[in-house]
């Protein structure tokens, strides 16, 4: 039999293994999506053309054993056959939409895999027994709890390269047959360029290390292996931990949960959808919205997704949201959360190169791109369904509530250009200001009167590493603030800024989140601005223009004046500041600042004698 491949080209089954993909546990995997619900509409390739393609490479792989390894590796026949069925029917216990189900059921896709193959009632089961004996059956079942042990690392080393050895090795080691099917399986289909790194097959070799006979690989392969992973961790980065899956994914689970659909290991993927369907036009409003989300595998607009590559930063970002909004709590169904961890090079699956009789790992290859590991951690809103649930409970002012939830979506990085003034009399600074006002056609002021404490601790840690920790209080709001400065290529002042709500947090933010421990804060500034801003239009972006005067008084009573112009960019392209800062240099009188008002004030009070206080 031929089977038409787009992956592999035309791949020959022997006609002994025919009755196993003609088995109806076999067929079924026809209807499995390989990548489950993922939301990119290209991944339809299913488990039935990656089963057979894995089928493909473990032909190629014991091919190559018994040419180049036949005096060390002995594979019988029934080894063989064991091989290649398990690499058949590694996946026939997937449930629907693969991994995705999984989390609803219990137990593994591989457990239930042993499960069918031991039924003595399933097609597979008899076409493995009567075309290959009890004795080939055992010996798939056993790869298969092999293959599982050994990714949950319990295993321990043989005395002798045994069967054991290729499996924990090529069927499950760092460079497997499974992954190499699906990285080039995925990548063709998703990413538009098939990634075929099943050449790395053809430089095995066998070397002493570490007390043990371990699989290496030949010099001239080590710049394919680094690419082999560099590829792996860029697909999962696009592919497996892309933020719109793992939100459809879990609104998948939110679905099957609410719903209580009877969801089993043989449930047909058509048949949820199909349930879906017709479900849909009788389905409360929450069901509803799961549904339509699910059937067209996306996310809307109103569904909207904060993302962070640091777990300390998601820890302190949900304590700090519930304790704000701790309706979010009660309101799950609107809600989505997720994490997920990605080591594409661990210990458990050592790679080796023997470089000229040298040995070395993988790891100290100078081409890999990383570390290898990634890290993930997802918080999603459905406003359409918060709305919903502030609504039911009678909560008031929601279009409010939801403005308010709706500005933790909004950018923490602050990005601008500053100016001071050449000239230190204030009459003709005002002047300059005139000038600039009716050169910018700046009109519509706004105010505004900030009182402003800085903080630092007693050795002025923060102020030596330019991080500001400022409290602000108005008629209505108290409100902390910490800046820190963004070191990039870029020559636009950068920083982040969060906003807090009392000292306690700026303490607990600075100690798990920016990794500074310190215990208590102490007052070190306070600075008055009388600010005026305005919205400037520039190019295709949304300026703010802030004119600020900044008053601060030394002990001896003196006060020091700043003037400063801040252009911060609200909306657009950070390109416009080039050419609104190209603008703003023609002025003679206008001289660029990368200094915060805080440390401008606290240079001009050490200067008149006030230093030891404001250290």
Same mark, same amino acid.
């Given at each position: 039999?031929?089977?038409k491949?787009e992956?592999?080209?035309?791949i020959?089954?022997?006609?002994?293994?025919l009755?196993i *993909?003609?088995?109806?546990?076999?067929d079924?995997?026809?209807n499995k999506?390989?990548?489950g619900?993922h939301?990119?509409?290209?991944a339809?390739?299913t488990r039935?053309?990656?089963?057979v393609?894995?089928?493909?490479? +473990?032909c190629k792989?014991?091919?190559?054993l018994?040419y180049k390894?036949?005096?060390?590796i002995?594979?019988?026949?029934?080894?063989e056959?064991?091989?290649?069925?398990?690499?058949l029917c590694?996946d026939?216990?997937h449930?629907p939409?693969s991994?995705l189900?999984e989390?609803?059921?219990?137990?593994?896709h591989? !457990?239930? $895999? *042993?499960k069918?193959?031991?039924? !003595?009632?399933?097609e597979v089961?008899?076409?493995?027994?009567? &075309?290959?004996?009890?004795?080939?059956l055992d010996?798939v079942? &056993?790869?298969?709890?092999l293959?599982e042990?050994?990714k949950?690392e319990d295993t321990t080393?043989?005395?002798?390269?045994?069967?054991?050895?290729?499996i924990?090795?090529?069927?499950?080691?760092?460079i497997?047959i499974d992954?190499?099917d699906?990285?080039a399986?995925?990548?063709?289909?998703?990413?538009?360029?098939?990634?075929?790194?099943?050449?790395?097959?053809?430089?095995?070799?066998?070397?002493?290390?570490?007390d043990?006979?371990?699989? $290496?690989?030949? @010099?001239e392969a080590?710049?394919?292996?680094?690419?082999?992973l560099?590829?792996?961790?860029?697909?999962?980065d696009?592919?497996?931990?892309?933020?719109?899956?793992?939100?459809?994914?879990?609104?998948?689970d939110?679905y099957?949960?609410?719903?209580?659909?009877p969801l089993t290991w043989?449930?047909?993927? *058509?048949?949820?959808?199909?349930?879906m369907k017709?479900?849909l036009?009788?389905?409360d409003?929450i069901t509803?919205r799961?549904?339509?989300?699910i059937?067209?595998r996306?996310?809307?607009k109103?569904?909207?997704?904060k993302?962070?590559?640091?777990e300390?930063q998601f820890s302190f970002?949900?304590?700090?949201l519930?304790?704000?909004?701790?309706?979010?709590?009660e309101?799950?169904e609107a809600?989505?959360?997720t994490?997920?961890?990605?080591?594409?090079?661990?210990?458990?699956?050592?790679?080796?190169?023997?470089?000229?009789?040298?040995?070395?790992?993988?790891?100290?290859?100078?081409?890999?791109n990383?570390?290898?590991?990634?890290?993930k951690?997802?918080f +999603?809103?459905?406003?359409?369904?918060?709305k919903?649930?502030?609504?039911? &409970?009678?909560?008031?002012?929601?279009?409010?509530?939801?403005?308010?939830i709706?500005?933790?979506?909004?950018s923490?990085?602050?990005?601008?250009?500053k100016?001071?003034?050449?000239s230190?009399n204030?009459?003709?600074?005002?002047?300059?200001?005139k000038?600039?006002k009716?050169?910018?056609?700046l009109e519509?002021?706004k105010?505004i009167?900030?009182e402003d404490?800085?903080?630092d601790n007693?050795n002025?840690?923060l102020g030596?590493?330019r991080?500001?920790?400022r409290?602000r209080k108005?008629?209505d709001?108290?409100?902390?603030?910490?800046k820190?400065?963004?070191i990039d290529?870029?020559s636009?002042t950068?920083r $982040?800024?969060?906003g807090?709500?009392?000292?306690?947090?700026?303490?607990?933010y600075?100690?798990?989140?920016?990794n500074i421990?310190?215990?208590?804060l102490?007052?070190?500034?306070?600075?008055?601005t009388?600010?005026?801003?305005?919205?400037?239009?520039y190019?295709n972006?949304?300026?703010e223009?802030?004119f600020?005067?900044?008053l601060?008084?030394?002990?001896?009573?003196?006060?020091?004046?700043n003037d400063m112009?801040?252009c911060?960019l609200k @909306?657009g392209?950070?390109?416009?500041?080039?050419?609104?800062?190209?603008?703003?240099?023609?002025?003679?009188?206008l001289?660029?600042?990368?200094?915060?008002?805080?440390?401008?004030?606290? !240079?001009?009070l050490?200067?008149?004698?006030?230093a030891?206080r404001?250290k």
């Amino acid at each position: 039999m031929i089977v038409k491949d787009e992956v592999w080209g035309d791949i020959l089954i022997e006609d002994k293994y025919l009755p196993i *993909v003609e088995s109806r546990e076999f067929d079924r995997l026809k209807n499995k999506k390989q990548l489950g619900i993922h939301p990119n509409d290209k991944a339809k390739h299913t488990r039935f053309y990656h089963s057979v393609g894995v089928y493909f490479l +473990a032909c190629k792989l014991v091919g190559i054993l018994k040419y180049k390894l036949s005096d060390y590796i002995i594979i019988t026949k029934e080894d063989e056959e064991a091989i290649k069925i398990m690499a058949l029917c590694h996946d026939i216990g997937h449930g629907p939409f693969s991994h995705l189900a999984e989390r609803c059921l219990s137990g593994t896709h591989e !457990e239930n $895999t *042993v499960k069918i193959l031991m039924n !003595e009632t399933s097609e597979v089961h008899k076409a493995i027994t009567e &075309n290959f004996g009890e004795y080939v059956l055992d010996k798939v079942i &056993n790869l298969i709890q092999l293959k599982e042990r050994i990714k949950n690392e319990d295993t321990t080393k043989e005395a002798t390269p045994d069967l054991i050895f290729i499996i924990s090795k090529l069927l499950s080691g760092g460079i497997d047959i499974d992954r190499l099917d699906y990285i080039a399986r995925d990548s063709h289909n998703v990413v538009g360029k098939k990634y075929d790194f099943s050449e790395l097959l053809n430089y095995i070799d066998l070397d002493y290390i570490n007390d043990y006979l371990e699989i $290496t690989f030949g @010099s001239e392969a080590e710049y394919l292996i680094a690419n082999y992973l560099n590829k792996r961790f860029e697909l999962y980065d696009k592919i497996y931990l892309d933020e719109q899956k793992f939100i459809v994914e879990q609104i998948f689970d939110k679905y099957i949960k609410k719903s209580n659909y009877p969801l089993t290991w043989e449930t047909e993927e *058509v048949d949820i959808l199909k349930d879906m369907k017709n479900n849909l036009a009788d389905a409360d409003f929450i069901t509803k919205r799961y549904t339509n989300i699910i059937l067209n595998r996306q996310i809307d607009k109103n569904i909207k997704c904060k993302t962070f590559q640091n777990e300390s930063q998601f820890s302190f970002f949900l304590n700090k949201l519930y304790t704000d909004y701790p309706f979010l709590r009660e309101f799950n169904e609107a809600v989505v959360t997720t994490s997920s961890k990605t080591n594409i090079y661990s210990s458990k699956n050592r790679i080796y190169i023997n470089s000229n009789g040298l040995i070395k790992d993988i790891n100290e290859c100078p081409i890999l791109n990383s570390n290898l590991v990634k890290e993930k951690h997802i918080f +999603a809103i459905d406003f359409v369904l918060l709305k919903y649930l502030l609504e039911k &409970n009678n909560y008031k002012e929601v279009d409010n509530i939801l403005d308010d939830i709706n500005n933790i979506y909004n950018s923490e990085i602050e990005e601008e250009k500053k100016y001071t003034f050449t000239s230190d009399n204030q009459d003709e600074i005002e002047e300059d200001i005139k000038v600039l006002k009716d050169t910018l056609n700046l009109e519509n002021k706004k105010d505004i009167v900030n009182e402003d404490d800085y903080y630092d601790n007693e050795n002025g840690l923060l102020g030596e590493m330019r991080i500001t920790v400022r409290n602000r209080k108005t008629s209505d709001k108290d409100v902390w603030n910490i800046k820190i400065p963004i070191i990039d290529k870029s020559s636009i002042t950068k920083r $982040t800024e969060k906003g807090l709500n009392s000292e306690e947090e700026v303490l607990e933010y600075l100690n798990s989140v920016v990794n500074i421990k310190i215990d208590h804060l102490l007052q070190t500034l306070h600075l008055t601005t009388n600010r005026e801003t305005y919205v400037l239009n520039y190019k295709n972006s949304c300026f703010e223009v802030s004119f600020d005067k900044t008053l601060a008084i030394n002990e001896s009573g003196q006060t020091v004046v700043n003037d400063m112009i801040e252009c911060e960019l609200k @909306s657009g392209k950070a390109v416009d500041i080039y050419f609104l800062n190209f603008f703003m240099n023609q002025f003679p009188f206008l001289v660029n600042c990368s200094e915060s008002k805080k440390e401008i004030a606290i !240079e001009c009070l050490k200067q008149q004698g006030n230093a030891k206080r404001l250290k």
